[in-house]
């Protein structure tokens, strides 16, 4: 090889992409939470059940959602932050709520 490199490595590319000292949840564009907020009401709606704990209450108040599709064999763990759990809440009717969410 000639550009010094043993074989088997690699250059490493954007190895940050955000500051260490910035919010972690900052790179998470308002569209990337409205699809995830968007699957996990296509998920309730198709029969899943969500089971939701809040996992931090400071500095920022975050919430561990874990979603089961039976039908599927499915199950997916999504943590969101109070704002996005509340966006959550509000798309979704009350009868649905009260059905399919495990409050913990």
Request: aromatic share 6%; proline share 6%.
């Amino acid at each position: 090889m000639g550009n010094g490199r043993t074989p088997g490595s690699f250059k490493l590319q954007n190895q940050r992409r955000f500051p260490l000292h910035a919010d972690p949840f900052a790179f998470l564009s308002g569209r990337r939470i409205c699809r995830i907020i968007d699957s996990i009401h296509s998920d309730l709606d198709n029969g899943g059940t969500c089971r939701v704990r809040q996992i931090l209450k400071s500095p920022r108040e975050l919430y561990r959602l874990e979603l089961q599709r039976p039908d599927m064999s499915y199950e997916r763990t999504t943590i969101l932050d109070r704002e996005a759990l509340t966006q959550l809440l509000e798309q979704l009717p009350e009868q649905t709520i009260r059905e399919n969410f495990l409050l913990a």
